[in-house]
């Protein structure tokens, strides 16, 4: 078992910057790789960006050269910065979590809402 929980989500002008935070906790817990999903009113959670155990990174187009994924694998934490917010990056945020054994985990969700 896999318990993930975000932080770091909120209200921030367009321009600015926010940085998210997921960590993971759970008895000899064992993760693959761990990403990044949004989920806007009304539209689908889509990826937003991804990273595995070797630092490798994806990101969705729509964010490239703004938000940049990072990881400690020794602490089980990811941490998503993003920069040059737009209106359009406002929704809730989920942390996932690819197990080898048990399947995917998923977070409660940390909302962010970028105003003009």
């Known amino acids: 078992q896999v318990n993930l929980v975000e932080s770091g989500g909120g209200s921030v002008q367009a321009g600015g910057s926010l940085r998210l935070t997921c960590a993971a906790s759970?008895?000899?817990?064992?993760?693959?790789?761990m990403s990044w999903y949004r989920q806007a009113p009304g539209k689908q959670r889509i990826m937003v960006a991804f990273?595995?155990?070797?630092?490798?990174?994806d990101y969705a187009d729509s964010v490239k050269g703004r938000f940049t994924i990072s990881r400690d694998n020794a602490k089980n934490t990811i941490w998503l910065q993003m920069n040059n917010l737009k209106p359009e990056d406002t929704a809730t945020y989920y942390c996932?979590?690819?197990?080898?054994?048990?399947?995917?985990?998923w977070g409660q969700g940390t909302q962010v809402f970028v105003s003009l």
């Open positions: 759970g008895n000899d817990i064992s993760i693959d790789a």
């Open positions: 990273i595995n155990r070797l630092g490798n990174t």
């Open positions: 996932e979590a690819e197990t080898p054994m048990d399947g995917d985990y």
